[in-house]
């Protein structure tokens, strides 16, 4: 009782101060406000946002989880300290202290400067601003370290989630307002503004860019390969790791992209709780699966050469895109984000399955960087509202014939 | 022309404290109030001053705008005190009752050979036009239109709300009355709907058309049932009034006596013993919540009305003009360890986000006034649609309510709506944006810009 009594003084005492903001949010985040009804209906439904954005961080856990023990996996399997894993999930190889030691080292970073970054961002504008703390970037601080490559630089992943809270977010008038998903917009910042870093195959694994300077030092070492699984396709090259090995996400990647197992079982609690929009989701599949399937048929017809610098991320099979890459990751968690997506329920078709179809087809054609997913939400985030308006003027429209009808 | 009308989408809010299907009167009031404000839009001009005896059914003040629209005492008596607020605005009339009731006398009336502006004039007269409410607006109807149809919900769907199958038994022939001088009104229909299970002593009733309503709160709507059965489009008018006010009219018609009787339900988790009293409009609360006795007399809200649309009244207000229920449940004013993360069985969710109101669906609850959370801006988008039944899209109307954008809220469905249908997307909605003070503003700017 005495916390509770002590905060609501304070409370009291930081009214209407500049302070309040940022004293309410760390009130609020331990103790559920004393608020009560003031006009309209005299009782609520128990979801406030808090509990709306914790639902996608506890679907992101296991991401984060896994992420850190992969990470120290292929640090060791690329340094050949260890041999790899062939007993599926639970393998004990993968799941051991020294995987996870490198993880925690490598992956908190990552975790504690994007929240730390974010949220100041966050404190700072809604003092100067005077509202409230929202939400928002408690999901967004929790995807931004699952989409960077392991070997991210601390001080610019701190520049692009800066960059990504106030252009992406805070210019707009903060959570709810924004056009483009906050988490994409730190990541698109990273891949445009260092692209010599958040591309190419040293990048993500950890360890790989260290090795490689030394190699150009004049040491006499074996250089890593931390290629992902789309960068050897896209220079043609044949890829050692089995579809299983690709289902459960033992490849390198993003920290928390590679596991499409855990993320469908994220995307399934998100459906479950309904949270995530199951419509925007099994849209983005159906538009990726299209795709696919297109560019399949495009090589089975033989209008494409072997030689075609694009044939061999044609030719992979249509339904193995779905669990390569980021697509997975970023369908499930950051198409889905309702701020940015579209809000309408036919919308979300339309946005859902043209960001599958698009992706694919930027991870094909895309020669710097084969990877497409997050450009393909970053383009359908622009067009969601385009979206909406013509679904809103259907709606409309079936009005106003009803009024012709009647009045003719 | 009866048709079935099957409503899917909505949510029933189950909670404590129904109320016994069992009628007493309650303790005679001594004061009875009527706050102008019950009337939406109407500013009020004294008829009756400080000091004054009315009779039961002689007017108290009009509307300023239509001196013949009266607005009548629901008791004989002197008046006590006129209450102004900021800007000497009138706030409440109050009555002292007589011991001994005296009514105003209107005549008996043979509706069958009235005409509609003998039965219009009639109910002006009388002080009964104001419990006739208009679509577009939801406001008093104005007399001089002729709608194109009349709309009575017989079926009651919102919480621990007065079953209007149970108030209305009986009451057959003032019922009939009613109906048929309401029929003299318009060119249309006028369509009564009650619940499919139901046995409303509506729906044996000539003149009407009757349609069986099944579904989850809002089917009990008016406008949702509206939407079904002829929708409103632009420059068109219907109106709409409720079951329990039909009774008062038929009885004037009947007796020539405007009696302000009202059977209400008094209800709510912190009722000891919820039952049913029969009342007048205007009483004092205290009059029947304190027969019934309540729990934890120091943390109650009182709402005149049910728990989505009523208003705080608090323990020494009045009930209001147009409610037919009293409820009683706890505050909500205090703090909730980690309450927006903890798992939650005691409130109602539409989610299943650590929420588990979804594996109890006949479990009722007891919900306090508690927000469980802080206002946001609208974040979350789909969640409306799936309490929303009317063909509108909430959450776009509600945003051009917000930016006083008059065309989009035209075009969006604005003239089919009333705050009361944004009651339970207010109550699902995550952040805690205030639904019907919305629509309500929206609905006042298109009345004063586009009229």
Redesign the interface.
């Known amino acids: 009782m005495g916390l509770?009594d002590k905060?609501?003084k304070l409370k009291l005492k930081y009214k209407g101060k500049k302070m309040a903001p940022a004293f309410n949010a760390i009130h609020?985040?331990?103790?559920?406000?004393?608020?009560?009804?003031?006009?309209?209906?005299?009782?609520?439904?128990?979801?406030?946002?808090?509990?709306?954005m914790?639902?996608v961080i506890m679907a992101l856990l296991p991401c984060l989880i896994f992420g850190m023990f992969n990470a120290g996996y292929q640090h060791h399997l690329a340094e050949g300290e260890i041999e790899a894993v062939a007993n599926g999930f639970f393998s004990a190889g993968f799941w051991s202290i020294d995987n996870l030691v490198v993880g925690l080292w490598k992956v908190l970073p990552l975790v504690v400067i994007s929240y730390g970054v974010g949220l100041g961002v966050e404190f700072l504008f809604a003092v100067i601003k005077g509202h409230?703390v929202?939400?928002?970037y408690l999901v967004t601080g929790m995807l931004v370290p699952l989409i960077v490559p392991i070997d991210t630089p601390l001080w610019m992943l701190a520049v692009a989630v800066i960059f990504g809270v106030v252009i992406g977010k805070e210019v707009f008038?903060?959570?709810?307002?924004n056009i483009l998903n906050p988490a994409l917009t730190i990541r698109a910042f990273l891949f445009f503004a260092y692209p010599t870093w958040m591309s190419g195959d040293k990048v993500w694994v950890h360890g790989a860019v260290e090795r490689a300077n030394e190699i150009a030092g004049g040491a006499q070492l074996d250089a890593i390969s931390g290629e992902t699984v789309l960068g050897s396709l896209a220079q043609g090259k044949e890829i050692s790791y089995s579809v299983a090995d690709m289902f459960l996400g033992f490849i390198p990647g993003s920290v928390g992209e590679t596991s499409a197992l855990l993320i469908l079982l994220g995307g399934l609690f998100l459906i479950?709780?309904?949270?995530g929009?199951w419509?925007i989701m099994a849209s983005a599949v159906l538009g990726a699966l299209a795709m696919g399937l297109i560019f399949n048929g495009v090589v089975s017809a033989e209008w494409i050469s072997e030689g075609s610098k694009f044939y061999s991320l044609m030719s992979t099979e249509f339904w193995h895109h779905l669990i390569i890459g980021g697509f997975a990751f970023g369908v499930v968690f950051m198409a889905t984000d309702?701020?940015t997506?579209s809000?309408?329920?036919k919308g979300?078709w339309i946005y859902g399955f043209l960001i599958g179809f698009i992706s694919i087809l930027i991870r094909v054609f895309n020669p710097a960087y084969p990877e497409g997913v997050m450009l393909a939400i970053l383009l359908m985030n622009v067009f969601a509202p385009t979206i909406?308006h013509y679904v809103?003027q259907g709606?409309?429209k079936?009005?106003?014939k009803?009024?012709k009808l009647?009045t003719a | 022309m009866s048709k079935d009308i099957r409503i899917r989408k909505g949510l029933d809010?189950k909670?404590v404290g129904e109320a016994e299907k069992v009628t007493v009167n309650a303790t005679t009031s001594n004061v009875y109030a009527i706050k102008p404000d019950d009337f939406h839009g109407i500013i009020p001009k004294v008829i009756a001053k400080q000091g004054t005896e009315v009779k039961a059914g002689e007017p108290l003040f009009h509307s300023k705008s239509n001196e013949n629209m009266l607005f009548p005492s629901p008791v004989s008596g002197e008046i006590l005190e006129i209450v102004r607020g900021a800007k000497r605005k009138i706030l409440a009339f109050k009555i002292l009752a007589d011991k001994e009731q005296q009514y105003a006398d209107f005549g008996a009336k043979d509706v069958n050979a009235m005409d509609g502006d003998a039965i219009k004039a009639h109910l002006l007269a009388s002080g009964c036009w104001p419990f006739i409410k208009q679509r577009p607006y939801d406001v008093i109807a104005n007399p001089d239109a002729t709608p194109k149809a009349i709309f009575i919900s017989g079926y009651t769907t919102a919480p621990l709300e007065a079953d209007n199958d149970y108030v209305l038994t009986g009451k057959e022939n003032e019922l009939q009355v009613a109906v048929t001088a309401l029929s003299k009104l318009t060119k249309g229909n006028v369509h009564v709907s009650v619940g499919k299970n139901g046995n409303s002593p509506l729906a044996g009733l000539n003149n009407i058309s009757v349609h069986r309503v099944s579904g989850p709160h809002p089917a009990g709507n008016v406008s949702v049932q509206i939407a079904k059965i002829d929708?409103i489009?632009?420059?068109?008018v219907v109106w709409t009034i409720s079951p329990q006010d039909l009774l008062i009219i038929g009885e004037l018609l009947l007796t020539g006596k405007f009696n302000a009787e009202r059977t209400i339900a008094l209800a709510g988790s912190s009722v000891k013993t919820p039952k049913y009293y029969r009342t007048k409009i205007g009483a004092e609360v205290a009059s029947v919540v304190y027969n019934s006795g309540v729990i934890d007399e120091g943390n109650i809200?009182v709402?005149s009305g049910n728990?989505?649309?009523?208003e705080?009244v608090k323990p020494d207000g009045h009930l209001g003009y147009y409610n037919s229920s009293i409820?009683v449940?706890p505050?909500?004013?205090?703090?909730?360890?980690?309450?927006?993360?903890k798992p939650?069985f005691n409130?109602?969710?539409?989610?299943?986000?650590?929420?588990f109101?979804w594996l109890f669906p006949n479990k009722k609850y007891d919900?306090?006034?508690?927000?469980?959370?802080?206002?946001?801006?609208?974040?979350?988008?789909?969640?409306y649609?799936s309490v929303f039944p009317l063909?509108?899209?909430p959450?776009?109307l509600l945003k051009a309510c917000a930016v006083n954008d008059l065309d989009a809220m035209e075009?969006?469905?604005m003239y089919e709506v009333a705050?009361e249908d944004?009651?339970l997307t207010?109550?699902?909605?995550?952040?805690?944006q205030?639904?019907?003070?919305i629509i309500r503003e929206g609905l006042d700017l298109m009345l004063k810009e586009i009229g």
């Open positions: 509770k905060l609501h609020t985040f331990l103790y559920l406000p004393n608020e009560t009804t003031h006009s309209g209906a005299h009782v609520r439904g128990a979801d406030d946002l808090k509990r709306t914790n639902t409230e929202e939400e928002g008038g903060g959570t709810g307002m479950f709780t309904k949270i929009s419509r309702p701020v997506a809000q309408t329920n979300k909406d809103v709606n409309i079936k009005r106003m009803r009024l009647k | 809010i909670l929708p489009n632009k420059g068109e809200r709402i728990v989505l649309t009523g705080n409820t449940i505050e909500g004013d205090d703090y909730e360890f980690f309450g927006w993360n939650v409130k109602i969710s539409p989610s299943r986000a650590l929420t109101s919900l306090n006034t508690n927000t469980n959370g802080e206002h946001r801006a609208f974040v979350v988008t789909g969640n649609e063909d509108i899209y959450l776009q075009q969006l469905g705050p944004f009651a207010e109550f699902i909605c995550v952040s805690k205030p639904h019907q003070q």
